[in-house]
């Protein structure tokens, strides 16, 4: 059995400085070693869009997959990778009570203007991190 098989998965645009920046906070709060993370662009990333007959060429949503489970997309997955952590982000699960399609329209305008609020500097993980990523 591989690592990430027992794992969440966050999927996520590499590209993009905004989704790095909440890889990098879901990696500092991650105190269960739930997650693991793969970019989209990524083969891994693209096998699991391919699989799923979701388009290969699109960025803009993040992905939770708990391998044989479940996948969530968009605002139900920040919503359970919140949930996942516990303590204090648990609260989020209030949003829950939010319909899908407009905490989604949300997730899109959002998503939509993400390279704007992305402050483009380099993420680097430390050697502990990085082993939370996968590389297939």
């Known amino acids: 059995m591989k690592d990430w098989e027992n794992k969440h998965i966050v999927f996520f645009d590499g590209d993009c400085g905004v989704c790095n920046f909440w890889v990098q906070w879901i990696l500092e709060r991650d105190k269960n070693d739930r997650f693991m993370f793969a970019s989209l662009q990524s083969d891994f990333g693209q096998q699991f ?80 991190q990085k082993k939370k990523f996968i590389q297939i």
């Open 49 to 128: 869009l391919s699989e799923r007959g979701l388009q290969t060429n699109d960025f803009n949503t993040m992905y939770l997959w708990k391998p044989k489970q479940y996948y969530l997309t968009k605002s139900r997955a920040v919503l359970t990778i919140a949930d996942l952590l516990g303590g204090i982000y648990k609260l989020s699960a209030i949003g829950k009570i939010i319909p899908t399609f407009l905490s989604d329209k949300a997730y899109d305008v959002i998503s939509r203007n993400r390279m704007k609020l992305a402050n483009q500097k380099c993420y680097l993980p430390d050697q502990h």
